[in-house]
């Protein structure tokens, strides 16, 4: 997906608050505003907006020289993410269709995202939970099953932490045997890494794979060789977000994207308002 | 007032609002976004905030040809206004204050402002005059009535369209013998020009001025001699909106800011919340 116009108010929005998450120093936010800015003025609209998100969080990094601003929200999303665990299994439990619950709930989970939005508090992430059947679901659902009843390779593409605790819940109805999980390759944001992963516990589960890349989705140029390979040859991909979407449509595979739409932009992308909990095949973005 | 970073995100905001109001043509809207992009990688952070704002929308009138880009909502705001004038004056005939209710529907008119919001619809405006009096007005409103008992020369800033006719009631109030009115020289957003302010009516009550510049505010060096002279020697100013204010305090002069507080940096410079009534002194600025 390429960057849009409407994509830059909400780019420099972002950088200011990402800039006063991780330095105190006006004098770092007002480079990095001035530098953004500069780098927007001719930025190629080609590039999908994780990418630009990409390049400003490394120089976030740089210039404060910390590697992982994210780290302490990252932790109480996922505490906050493993306290809701069990209820939200029973409920998958207990279900008629646990399959299409644990997927509602996967990207119910989709909502802690700190690209987006500048804050979440803990009441908001139960209440999406929660009443997360209560929403439709908007997609491709017979589809999503005929998919999943074959595949015998999945690749699962995660997206943010406590998110990623959620999606145990659909991982286990995929069958985790079939099932080999991709996070990113370095902190970026919110997103979830390897480390997070281990703390939802999904390394007692499946096969995991760090993408060997700091962007917030999946850009496949900047991804490792290992990831590339299952990304290739996997019979099914589920992908989980904006960013994945962003930087992964259309790339021909056979795929599903797992999101909720945050933004007017995804919004146009997907035919469907903010808000929606979508679960769409890739075939509708070639 | 400086410009801040916070009020970055909301420029590049507004001027893709602008820029699709103004063209049709999605190459004009790159083109002025990513000059306004690169201005503001090295903007002179010690300018107001209209004095952006004059540049882009300059440019924006530049590119596309139209001297007037929001005429026609102009038009529209002066006869909604002018509409609801009658039963406005009957309100402020029947007070026991007619003053400060023709102060404070001055106020509640600022709500006609098409800077920081991208569109109004007609029943905010009537719900916000309507429903003036039941929002508190603070500031400084006994030294107000004070300085009014007193000035022999009132020289009454306006703002915007529509609001401007809301402005003849709180005239009417002062007593028009001493008050001398001033517009923007040029048209800039929805801003009032002397046109505005004769499709108000106030060509029959009180001298006019137009100060000159194509400003969304009032920046004294940009204003005409004429402007100037009146600014320097009269005994009170009245000031109307976010962008007088932001442009004038501190001035040093003997000036009350009236405004409806709109954008998180105002409402820090003023100390009181968003959506607030305020009448208050220039000193609290200097």
């Known amino acids: 997906m390429n960057t849009t116009l409407h994509c830059i108010p909400c780019f420099v929005r972002q950088t200011l608050d990402a800039s006063r998450k991780v330095a105190n120093d006006p004098a770092v936010h007002e480079q990095i505003m001035r530098e953004v800015l500069r780098w927007m003025s001719d930025m190629d609209m080609s590039l999908s907006p994780p990418a630009l998100a990409q390049r400003i969080h490394r120089r976030l990094r740089e210039l404060t020289g ?57 009441n908001e992430i139960h209440d999406a939970l929660r009443h997360a059947s209560e ?19 999945i690749l699962y ?11 145990t819940l659909l991982i286990e109805q995929l069958g985790p045997e079939r099932v080999t999980l991709a996070v990113r390759g370095m902190p970026i944001i919110n997103d979830a890494t390897l480390e997070d992963a281990v703390t939802a516990g999904l390394d007692k589960m499946v096969p995991m794979i760090g ?27 589920i992908s989980k977000g904006q960013g994945n979407f ?41």
Do not use: W
């Open 211 to 237: 993408n060997g890349s700091d962007a917030p989705g999946t850009i496949l140029d900047d991804c490792n060789e290992e990831f590339r390979q299952a990304f290739e040859s996997a019979d099914l991909i």
């Open 135 to 153: 929403k439709p679901l908007e997609g491709d659902l017979i589809a999503f099953r005929a998919e999943v009843a074959q595949a015998k390779t």
């Open 66 to 122: 910390v590697a992982d601003p994210y780290r302490e929200e990252k932790d109480l999303h996922n505490q906050m993410a493993l306290k809701l665990l069990p209820e939200l299994r029973a409920q998958v439990a207990a279900s008629n269709d646990p399959l299409m619950t644990a997927a509602h709930l996967a990207i119910a989970g989709n909502i802690i995202d700190l690209g987006p939005k500048s804050g979440l508090d803990e």
């Open 246 to 286: 962003e930087t992964l449509s259309p790339c021909g595979k056979n795929i599903f994207y797992l999101l909720k739409v945050k933004c007017p932009v995804v919004s146009e992308s997907v035919c469907l308002p903010v808000g929606t909990h979508v679960l769409c095949h890739g075939r509708n973005f070639s």
């Open 157 to 167: 593409l995660a997206d943010n932490c406590g998110e990623i605790v959620f999606d």
